[in-house]
């Protein structure tokens, strides 16, 4: 009898030893490619309203061809957990003081030279070969369909190899910028590597690599992106963002009417 | 085809700035092109942020313009060659946290090779200050530019366009709303989350006789009796809606004529397509018959509706219908083609107040433009051409403008118009048949 209990006790706490060992393992393989994509989200974007300093750099054959400054303030909006974007353009000097206001499918471009809100539509680009996409801030996880498509070793944006989990995301809205997007995400930290991007019809857009990884609002965030024209790979865009700062960004600013009375640095 | 000069100093002068023009771009370019970084294996992650230049722009654009034109038979005075400076300055300044200023000025001057082209003009459009007197409350007072409509070439709701514009270097619409006079006015404006609603008034400041569109165009003249000629109450209220439809609804009232009503529509079809409509009504006098001085008032519509859709390629076109039940039907108009003596001078006063007032001439026109920035791939290039079409003489209005961004703060543009139809045709009978002009702008 007491022997027989003997043996009920040791396999029951094989039992729980097994469990306590394989939970971990269990936990790890059932994250979602849902949970990967929001914890990339949360890596590229700070949390809450903030607002930071976008620069551009265009590059065509290895020589500068373009150089832009923005200003992007960005607040999650609290129907659709989609993030609202106002951008200012601040350089070149030509452009400096127009605006762009996108919630969702409404986009608004706005020249203080006419004072004149003009309505554009969603594929209607501003910015060169950055699309609006690129330089406003989104969750990724609200607008497209994710799955998981393997583990690869790539090299990053600075030359160092990293395991990743590559994401496979289809576009669920018709306004978003791309697609089709193959997303490459850090398997031990959930930091953006690089990403392609493709039309409808598979062709591929861009590339672009998450890179410079520093403290911003609390976290390490990629503050570059260099983007790679999918058809000619001299095209490239380098987009540097410094200054994320909290901030409180009133509702009132983020529709049409309040574009000629925006002031904010 | 441009026709030769028959001044040849002035036109020596042109030539000898439009060369020098020429010599010094290409050195820009070439002072601008930096020897490619590792051209034969470019790595892209090797390529860095290059810093901006600091904001430090005071608001001022410089233009020099060379512009030859070719006049109808007959209608030549020798003025086929226009040489014209503008300096262009508009700057808001914060004086505290609630208080704001705006300046905007345009001085202009035109020389031609003729005096009677000679003309300078200076254009105050706005001069305003703003208080924000809750966080969701503002007033403004002072003269301002207060722009209203969703469509491109013709705003039916844009009240405050009639003869705010003083000089016409381009027939761009969007040149034409940026280049124009403000009105002086007290505004005052809510905005909050449920959207916007604004009054604004404006006094008579002017009691000069403008009839025949006459107006004092000195060279410091403030134009009030084009923009403050009677007083006026505007209200719009623009409430917050989806994000595909977007409307808005004005009144306008001015002393005189009969209230207005308005409304602007724009719905976002798909990631490409943009549908819009504007439309405005009131009882209001239609223009007059050939014969008649004046005509019967009535209710009338004006509409202009269209869509604007972008390509693949960043390439937006933009089809528009333009109509007034007020301007004239076919055959009012094709009486008017045939007037000859004091008919055809009172044609040609009516014609001059329709393009003061921005209106229409007859009840429908059809206008698209198409646009291209950044054109073939080509950072530096923008292109865009519009075509502004009768549709009772099928004459047409086009203009196309290219232009180059030579560095971050110069551009060089080259701009053609062009008059199509006969000369009887309402834009076949312009004295001017085409025009060319390249122009310089500085930004600082």
């Known amino acids: ?265 | 085809m441009m026709r030769t000069s028959t001044s040849p100093g002035l036109s020596l002068r042109l030539r000898r700035a439009l060369l020098l023009a020429a010599w010094a771009l290409p050195a820009h370019v070439a002072a601008q092109t930096a020897p490619p970084v590792d051209a034969p294996a470019l790595d892209p992650l090797a390529l860095q942020i290059q810093p901006a230049e600091a904001d430090a722009r005071i608001g001022l654009r410089m233009e020099a313009w060379a512009q030859g034109v070719d006049l109808r038979d007959g209608a030549s005075n020798g003025d086929d060659m226009l040489g014209r400076a503008v300096l262009d300055f508009r700057r808001e300044w914060r004086i505290n946290e609630a208080l704001r200023f705006g300046f905007s000025d345009r001085m202009e001057a035109v020389e031609g090779n003729a005096d009677a082209a000679d003309r300078q003009r200076n254009a105050l459009r706005e001069l305003y200050l703003n208080w924000q007197a809750t966080p969701s409350w503002y007033v403004d007072a002072g003269r301002i530019n207060l722009r209203q409509g969703v469509a491109l070439g013709y705003n039916p709701t844009d009240w405050l366009r009639e003869n705010a514009v003083v000089m016409r270097s381009s027939q761009n619409p969007a040149a034409l709303r940026e280049n124009r006079l403000g009105a002086v006015m007290l505004r005052a404006q809510a905005v909050d989350t449920r959207g916007s609603a604004q009054l604004a008034l404006i006094p008579q400041l002017s009691d000069e006789d403008t009839s025949g569109s006459r107006f004092d165009d000195q060279f410091w003249s403030l134009g009030l009796e084009r923009t403050n000629r009677h007083r006026a109450a505007l209200f719009r209220v623009s409430p917050r809606t989806g994000e595909r439809v977007v409307a808005d609804f004005t009144a306008f009232t001015r002393a005189g004529d009969a209230p207005q009503l308005g409304s602007n529509l724009s719905y976002t079809a798909s990631d490409s397509l943009i549908l819009q409509m504007e439309w405005s009504g009131g009882r209001r006098a239609a223009l007059p018959a050939a014969g008649e001085t004046n005509s019967a008032t009535d209710w009338f519509n004006r509409i202009a509706i269209g869509g604007a859709w972008t390509s693949p390629v960043g390439l937006v076109l933009t089809l528009e219908h333009h109509y007034a039940g007020d301007a004239l039907s076919e055959t009012e108009w094709n009486a008017w083609r045939g007037v000859q003596g004091s008919g055809a001078r009172a044609l040609g006063e009516m014609r001059r107040g329709v393009t003061e007032r921005q209106d229409l001439l007859v009840r429908h026109y059809w206008f698209g433009r198409a646009a291209w920035d950044r054109a073939f791939g080509v950072e530096q290039l923008d292109l865009s051409a519009f075509v502004r079409r009768n549709a009772w003489d099928h004459s047409s209005m086009m203009q196309l403008e290219g232009t180059w961004h030579v560095s971050d703060r110069l551009d060089v543009s080259a701009m053609v118009n062009r008059m199509i139809g006969n000369d009887s045709s309402e834009f076949g009978s312009s004295p001017v048949r085409s025009a060319l002009a390249v122009y310089l702008r500085w930004f600082m």
């Open chain 1, 1 to 265: 009898m007491s022997e027989h209990l003997i043996k009920r006790a040791l396999c029951a706490g094989g039992l729980a030893l097994l469990t306590a060992l394989a939970s971990p393992l269990s936990l790890a393989r059932e994250r979602t490619a849902v949970e990967i994509l929001e914890a990339a989200d949360a890596v590229r974007n700070p949390p809450g309203s903030f607002s930071v300093k976008t620069q551009l750099t265009e590059y065509r054959q290895g020589k500068q061809s373009a150089n832009s400054t923005l200003l992007v303030f960005a607040k999650p909006n609290r129907d659709s957990g989609q993030y609202r974007n106002l951008i200012r353009f601040q350089a070149p000097a030509r452009d400096a003081g127009k605006l762009m206001l996108r919630n969702g499918m409404d986009l608004w471009f706005y020249d203080p030279a006419n004072r004149a809100s003009v309505r554009i539509s969603p594929q209607q680009r501003l910015l060169g070969q950055a699309s609006n996409g690129d330089v406003m801030t989104t969750r990724l996880a609200r607008d497209y369909e994710v799955s998981i498509t393997g583990r690869e070793t790539v090299k990053d944006g600075e030359g160092a190899q990293r395991d990743t989990v590559r994401l496979r995301l289809v576009a669920q809205r018709e306004d978003v910028a791309y697609a089709r997007v193959d997303y490459w995400v850090d398997a031990a930290s959930d930091r953006p590597v690089m990403a392609r991007y493709y039309t409808a019809e598979e062709r591929l857009l861009k590339t672009a690599y998450f890179r410079k990884y520093q403290d911003a609002m609390g976290a390490q965030r990629p503050i570059e992106t260099v983007i790679i024209d999918g058809l000619d790979s001299s095209w490239v865009t380098v987009m540097q963002t410094t200054g994320h700062t909290a901030r409180e960004i009133p509702d009132e600013w983020l529709q049409r009417d309040y574009l000629p009375r925006f002031a904010a640095d």
